[in-house]
């Protein structure tokens, strides 16, 4: 990226060029961006009346105060084809609002990393692991069967103190974390208080357990809070080399009476992963936890069912493969499923016998479960072939954004395994056939994407999170025509550089639910400095847009000066 003192030099020679620079980059220096570009990214809103107006309030504002665009998310736009007559009529209202108020409507979804509405046409076009289920036949029924719990003192009784025995983390016993004897049904617990006195905020237990790859657990434990600040600061997690294997953050309230919290994670390769729950920076409050337990969790829900992944059960009393439709059921994916049932086969009551199979990982949140999509599965591009024709027919549009961002499980399928390709290959590939969905659909529409899966500053590493195989070098497989929205505030000026040393377009996408504008000014001056740079984004994720004015006429005044 070119220093100040170089930029202003540019400024003051003649438009014919500086040093290195043809008179047409010249015209577009850093200095002096268009800012063409002033958008709002519309979140959070569905296709509902009362959403809608809320919507068309946000063009209001967003026109008032000079802003162009927006960014129409959680509208469910790449899943058209199942919506009512009713949902057309609602986006139909929210386009022509938008071109009253002269807002370009740019359609968002068609995304990888979280999959959800593709996964409402067929819950298979998930990403899946390789797993082994034990099971067992009782009463003509194939039952999931449960491992032992593999931590040790998982009750917590045993005790030197304030010290709980077997845990490899406890933060500052007697003085962040402390025994609580008889508070949990009459069983012991650990209550943690005084975040402060740790110098980051921290009040954890964790322990690392051996376990066997290609098993699906579960890790789970009792919570209650009492005036917890940040209560959303509280999860709990898997790690393996220091890689996040699963994560989530139960969404506890403040004070919340004792809760129920699970983590399920499929192990890959790994024969050791280290238990985390806890808070994290947390500043005042309370909160106990209780009744720890992990062990293998026999499961015949979310089995994948496509090309790549497919099942045997096998006979663990004798030597002997069953056969799906003959010897059980057929089985089907569904998040539900609890048993399978035998046929009038040959398996026996009492049989012990193990399915190898392929399911869906997943990553938690308090919302629910995140769930990436295979990208290596041609009928995913099929479906989205035909979401997109079906959404340009509704509404033409001159741009979308795509959502390939925290692409956080995949490469464990047999079409990724044997496919001859990395997961950075992959995840470009994914990127240059969505393109062509829409330059097949209309030459004209840019195609855009969130950057992180391709910035080797952001996610586009090696072991993220579940993922099986390496995401290093992914923007080497990337079209360049693709305009990057790089959205992480901290490393803004490597990921620009990046992405526009290549060639690539960029976006700043700023704000993030933030107090004030001071980071959107940050994004301004680092955009100011970035050949080809598109514009900037007011983005809310929690439905802030209070600031929403005020960043309008900060970013029209910056595109004047």
């Not at 004070?255 to 050791?272: H, K, M, N």
């Amino acid at each position: 990226m070119r220093t100040t003192i170089y930029a202003i030099l540019c400024v003051l020679v003649s438009a014919s060029a500086c040093p290195g620079q043809s008179p047409t980059q010249a015209q577009s220096d850093p200095t002096t961006p268009a800012l063409d570009r002033r958008w709002v990214f519309s979140f959070g809103y569905r296709r509902n009346r009362d959403d809608v107006e809320k919507i068309k309030s946000l063009v209001d504002t967003a026109a008032a105060h000079g802003l162009n665009g927006m960014v129409l998310a959680s509208f469910g736009l790449d899943g058209v084809t199942k919506w009512t007559k009713e949902d057309y009529a609602l986006l139909s209202e929210v386009a022509a609002h938008c071109k009253k108020r002269q807002i370009e409507l740019i359609p968002t979804g068609f995304g990888t990393g979280y999959g959800g509405t593709a996964t409402g046409y067929n819950r298979s076009f998930s990403a899946a692991l390789p797993v082994a289920v034990p099971l067992v036949a009782r009463g003509r029924k194939l039952l999931p069967e449960s491992g032992e719990n593999l931590l040790v003192n998982g009750d917590l009784a045993d005790r030197a103190g304030n010290r709980f025995t077997g845990y490899t983390t406890q933060d500052q016993p007697g003085e962040v974390s402390f025994a609580d004897p008889d508070v949990a049904d009459g069983k012991t617990a650990i209550r943690f208080e005084n975040f402060t006195s740790n110098e980051h905020g921290h009040g954890r237990l964790a322990q690392k357990v051996a376990i066997r790859p290609g098993r699906t657990y579960r890790f789970s434990f009792k919570a209650k809070t009492r005036d917890l600040s940040p209560a959303n600061r509280l999860s709990a997690s898997v790690l393996a080399d220091g890689r996040a294997l699963a994560r989530v953050r139960p969404g506890l309230k403040p004070t919340q009476d004792w809760t129920e919290v699970t983590l399920d994670f499929i192990s890959t390769i790994d024969d050791t992963v280290s238990l985390y729950t806890g808070i994290w920076r947390g500043r005042s409050g309370t909160f106990w936890l209780s009744d720890l337990d992990f062990r293998e969790y026999g499961m015949v829900s979310d089995i994948v069912r496509r090309e790549g992944t497919p099942v045997e059960l096998r006979s663990l009393d004798r030597d002997r493969v069953y056969v799906e439709g003959l010897d059980f059921e057929p089985i089907e994916c569904k998040a539900g499923l609890d048993h399978l049932v035998p046929m009038g086969s040959a398996i026996r009551e009492g049989e012990r016998l193990a399915l190898s199979c392929y399911r869906i990982p997943y990553v938690g949140h308090s919302w629910g479960k995140q769930i990436s999509l295979c990208m290596s599965n041609l009928e995913l591009y099929e479906h989205w072939d035909t979401q997109a024709r079906a959404l340009y027919k509704a509404v033409p549009f001159k741009r979308v954004l795509l959502t390939i961002d925290e692409v956080r499980n995949g490469g464990g399928c047999a079409l990724c395994q044997d496919g001859g390709k990395s997961m950075a290959q992959i995840v470009g590939d994914c990127l240059k056939r969505e393109r062509d969905i829409f330059k097949a659909i209309d030459p004209s529409i840019e195609v855009m994407t969130w950057s992180d899966m391709y910035d080797p500053a952001h996610n586009a590493v090696d072991s993220y999170y579940g993922v099986v195989g390496d995401f290093t070098g992914a923007a080497d497989y990337a079209p360049t025509d693709v305009t990057m929205v790089c959205w992480y505030h901290k490393i803004r000026d490597a990921s620009l550089d990046f992405f526009s040393s290549r060639g690539f377009p960029t976006m700043g996408a700023a704000y993030y639910d933030a107090d004030d504008l001071e980071g959107c000014r940050d994004w301004l001056r680092s955009l100011r400095e970035t050949p080809n740079s598109k514009g900037i984004m007011y983005t809310a994720w929690e439905r802030k847009y209070e600031l929403l004015g005020a960043f309008g006429d900060l970013v029209s005044k910056a595109a004047q000066d």
